[in-house]
């Protein structure tokens, strides 16, 4: 198995040209699926609040339900940077609370970085935390968490103003100090515009093919959410129907008494079991 990737190892592949491959995980068994694929980075995203806890956003995701899902990936996790998501509110009230939360996550729930949502208005926020020493990763163009002020679950940067504000992001979150960027929903021109505009790497969701990298919610991409489908993800699989299949065949087969065959089912020796019907007189 090859060393665990760095930060270092993430800015290094933008300068060699090597498209960075990101997923999400809330849980061991999908880390360990992450691990085992081979990606760079593992993000346990605040997207939990819908994918895992059935949550209409990522609002009501607290720093408790972060620490503990990280935990969870992290046990998988043994090559793949893993990154962990500031939920709404543990970094947007002060600095103070912002280090003390990212230091949270990353001493409770042992992620290597963190990473939080906005652009210009975050700036000293997280020039604070990386200068606590924890590095963050930024997020721009649609941020779920204010997705709400942004007029819904939207492409961002539709017109030349709103554009160039995203790329003021990107420029401001570099000299703050973050050693990467999600850029998410936003026009594939653009998405290039702004991966150009920075040395650090960009990782795009729904940012077209010319940025340095790219990531997907999992449980999106696999089918395990159907609830809604963002343009942008591509199902590489069908989980649910696979999943679906295998619990209504057990339930026929426990109902028709088919499950447990004896090839599930341990013997006694025959001696015991004798002896064992006499004691009870049966
Ligand atoms: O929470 C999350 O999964 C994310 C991705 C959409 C990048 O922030």
Redesign the pocket.
């Known amino acids: 198995m090859s060393a665990k990737i760095t930060i270092l190892d993430v800015r290094k592949a933008k300068e060699e040209g090597r498209k960075l491959v990101m997923v999400?995980a809330y849980d061991y068994p999908f880390g360990l699926l992450a691990d085992q694929a081979g990606v760079d980075i593992v993000?346990v995203?605040?997207?939990l609040g819908m994918v895992v806890m059935g949550l209409e956003g990522?609002v009501e995701v607290t720093m408790e339900n972060m620490i503990h899902h990280t935990r969870a990936v992290v046990r998988g996790c043994k090559h793949p940077l893993v990154v962990g998501?500031m939920p709404f509110m543990s970094y947007n009230t002060s600095v103070r609370d912002a280090i003390i939360n990212a230091g949270r996550l990353m001493k409770e729930g042992g992620c290597d970085v963190v990473?939080l949502e906005g652009g210009v208005d975050f700036a000293p926020t997280i020039q604070a935390i990386v200068k606590a020493g924890i590095p963050v990763m930024g997020?721009i163009g649609l941020t779920?968490q204010t997705a709400g002020s942004l007029g819904g679950f939207k492409m961002q940067g539709r017109d030349a103003a709103a554009a160039m504000q995203i790329i003021e992001d990107a420029k401001a979150l570099q000299n703050a100090g973050v050693f990467s960027i999600?850029l998410?929903a936003v026009p594939a021109p653009l998405g290039k515009l702004v991966a150009e505009a920075v040395r650090v790497p960009v990782i795009g969701?729904g940012a077209g093919p010319d940025v340095d990298g790219q990531?997907l919610?999992t449980h999106d991409m696999v089918g395990l959410f159907e609830k809604f489908i963002p343009k942008f993800v591509k199902q590489y699989a069908n989980i649910r129907a696979v999943i679906l299949e295998a619990l209504t065949g057990y339930k026929k087969e426990v109902q028709n008494s088919a499950f447990p065959g004896p090839e599930h089912s341990f013997k006694m020796p025959e001696e015991a079991l004798a002896q064992l019907k006499k004691m009870i007189g049966s």
């Open positions: 999400t993000l995203g605040d997207s990522t998501d990473k997020h779920p999600i998410e969701i990531v919610v």
